[in-house]
Nanobody
Framework: QVQLVESGGGLVQAGDSLRLSCAAS?????????MAWFRQAVGKEREFVAS????????YYADSVKGRFTFSREFGTTTVYLQMNSLMPEDTAVYYC????????????WGQGTQVTVSS
């Protein structure tokens, strides 16, 4: 069973940076999976932030984070990251890591989330 554990959230000021981590486990390799970050602010629906296949290729970003956030993975591990720069108050949300087999339509696996709060 795939398990995802996020970490790295916190309280920062506008303009600061944070790096979120997502440790994936339950498989010896995730090369046939895609990974994603989503976020959900209070009173709003969960929204897509970024995604990419574990094996590489194009990384997709929401327009609201393009140029500020970077999705990466650490080779030799089963950890992915979301580097968030130039944070704004509207980035305040619970951030979730998600995974699905390549070609799947639904994000089948989710982490518990990590809170990011950006003060103005």
């Amino acid at each position: 069973q795939v398990q995802l554990v996020e970490s790295g959230g916190g309280l920062v000021q506008a303009g600061d940076s944070l790096r979120l981590s997502c440790a994936a486990s339950g498989r010896s390799t995730f090369s046939s999976y895609a990974m994603a970050w989503f976020r959900q602010a209070v009173g709003k629906e969960r929204e897509f932030v970024a995604s990419r296949r574990w094996s590489g290729g194009t990384t997709y970003y929401a327009d609201s984070v393009k140029g500020r956030f970077t999705f990466s993975r650490e080779f030799g591990t089963t950890t992915v990251y979301l580097q968030m720069n130039s944070l704004m108050p509207e980035d305040t949300a619970v951030y979730y890591c998600a995974a699905r087999p390549n070609g799947g339509s639904d994000w089948a696996y989710w982490g518990q989330g990590t809170q990011v709060t950006v003060s103005s």
